[in-house]
């Protein structure tokens, strides 16, 4: 049975880091992108970042460009996003996913399975 969980969300200041983590089992996860989503309170759920198998290429949206950095380490089947400079736009709830195809790297909901059930990152001073 395939599963993901994510962790490590939480409540930080603006202007405040966060790591989040998504842990995978059942699967060849090295063999599959890695994207995270987020879906704010009463929004629809958007594309956040995805990285490829071999750690090589990483997508953006460009709302965290240059602030939140995608990473993974196949061994520990975990992936990790990294954010920095949190905003209180960045308020969601952060789901990790697991890519039907390797390239190109897509933003599309639809192009992702295997969906975590969401940790929440919460943006208030």
């Known amino acids: 049975q395939v599963q993901t969980t994510e962790s490590g969300g939480g409540l930080v200041q603006p202007g405040g880091s966060l790591t989040l983590s998504c842990t995978a089992s059942?699967?060849?996860?090295?063999?599959?992108?890695l994207g995270w989503f987020r879906q704010p309170p009463g929004k629809e759920r958007e594309f956040v970042a995805a990285?490829?198998?071999?750690?090589?290429?990483?997508q953006y949206s460009d709302s965290v460009k240059g602030r939140f950095a995608i990473s993974r380490d196949n061994i520990k089947f975990t992936g990790y996003l990294q954010m920095n400079n949190l905003q209180p736009e960045d308020a969601a709830t952060y789901y990790c996913?697991?890519?039907?195809?390797?390239?190109?790297?897509?933003?599309?909901?639809?192009?992702?399975?295997?969906w975590g059930q969401g940790t929440q990152v919460t943006v208030s001073s």
């Open positions: 059942g699967l060849a996860f090295n063999t599959k992108n």
């Open positions: 990285i490829t198998p071999d750690d090589r290429f990483a």
């Open positions: 996913a697991m890519a039907v195809r390797s390239w190109p790297i897509s933003t599309l909901l639809g192009d992702y399975e295997y």
